[in-house]
């Protein structure tokens, strides 16, 4: 999986960087096949803009933008609507994969 964290006008203490990797990493438990994630954060008018750009394989891309006047708050922010984005995009993976009523009829007889 790769990773890139850019800042446009913003600096990134090593803090804030280790929690948006530890996040990302934390992505893995779907079990999906990420391939690669693009972070971008700048300042926006109102405060941060944080967006994830999260690339699955065999499936859309999730984006996920998010505006705070707390850069923190921002970051927490969207790497909770990620998360959500991503455990509803495992549902309809594992859903596809389930067998149905009828394939289970066929099995026994």
Known sequence: MNVKIRSKDI??????????????????KFQLEITTVN???????????????????????????????????AIDLAIDRASKALRRLHDKVIE???TSLRDLEAVEE
């Open 11 to 28: 600096a990134l203490n090593a803090n804030l960087k280790a929690h948006i990797e530890q996040a990302i990493e934390e992505f893995k």
């Open 96 to 98: 596809k994969q389930a």
């Open 39 to 73: 972070v971008n954060i700048a300042t926006a008018k109102n405060g941060a803009s944080v967006e994830f750009d999260i690339h699955v394989a065999h499936a859309t891309p999730v984006v996920i933008n998010q505006t705070d006047e707390s850069l923190d708050a």
